[in-house]
């Protein structure tokens, strides 16, 4: 399992091959790195939104950190007395990765804050441009005793030259989270909205999420927690990225990771 991340948040993750087994979308656009996974931040009592990389919001953020090593990435980054500290870690013995967020408050009032995770399913082969024919054989459901939202590819009924005739490895994959979620999407129109962009999704004006699952979407992965936290506090939260090969496999990682000590 491995993922390429970039200082501005851009990015993608796969399975053994990173160009036939993709979990995640990805366009190599290194001009302007907006294509990728991330993890936008609410201010519950303004509105106001950023996010814990500098894509796709580009908030002028008061502090911004990267700091790549070994098999890890933090982004540090401080925003209306909000300090965030995103770490992706890659376990070398499971085929997942795991989001460790630490939401610090530095006001002198407590705060309201929403996280809200977003990627685009990909489960096959990244070079596969024709999104719109591919994503009618992703499906998408909401585990809630996981707290997961799950995507499975199905293979292509057709003979390869009736498609792109690229050769692809099918995946199932998992997006989970380690406290009580407030809301969830599978449905990129329903998240951004119609013409709008990741930098000002419409979900993100919404209290909840629209909790859209199932086929025939623009299959993505959204999960929406809430934080409360009092002057100087901080929370902990943990997200997890994966191979989903069963239920009972992808239950055994969500129990072992989902702790801030996983």
Request: hydrophobic content about 35%.
């Amino acid at each position: 399992y491995g993922l390429t991340i970039s200082q501005a948040g851009g990015g993608f993750s796969w399975w053994e091959n990173a160009n036939l087994a993709r979990l995640t979308s990805w366009s190599q656009d290194l001009i302007r790195d907006e294509s990728g996974k991330f993890l936008y931040v609410r201010d519950d009592e303004s509105g106001e939104i950023w996010s814990a990389s500098w894509k796709p919001v580009c908030a002028p953020y008061e502090q911004y950190e990267v700091h790549h090593a070994i098999g890890s990435t933090t982004f540090i980054q401080r925003r209306q007395q909000i300090e965030i500290r995103w770490t992706l870690v890659v376990p070398p013995e499971d085929p997942l990765e795991l989001w460790h967020v630490e939401v610090r408050n530095l006001d002198a009032k407590p705060r309201r804050v929403s996280l809200v995770s977003y990627l685009e399913w990909c489960l096959g082969n990244g070079g596969d441009w024709h999104r719109e024919f591919q994503k009618t054989f992703i499906e998408t459901s909401y585990d809630e005793r996981l707290r997961a939202v799950i995507g499975v590819k199905r293979r292509l009924p057709m003979p390869p030259h009736i498609s792109t005739g690229m050769q692809e490895w099918p995946l199932s994959g998992f997006h989970a989270v380690n406290r009580e979620v407030v809301s969830y999407d599978g449905d990129k129109e329903r998240f951004l909205g119609r013409y709008r962009s990741l930098s000002d999704p419409e979900a993100l004006q919404r209290d909840v999420l629209s909790r859209t699952v199932g086929r025939w979407n623009d299959s993505i992965a959204s999960l929406h927690v809430q934080l409360q936290l009092a002057l100087n506090a901080s929370d902990e939260v943990v997200f997890l990225l994966g191979k989903h090969d069963s239920r009972e496999a992808t239950e055994t990682m969500v129990h072992a990771y989902a702790s801030p000590e996983g």
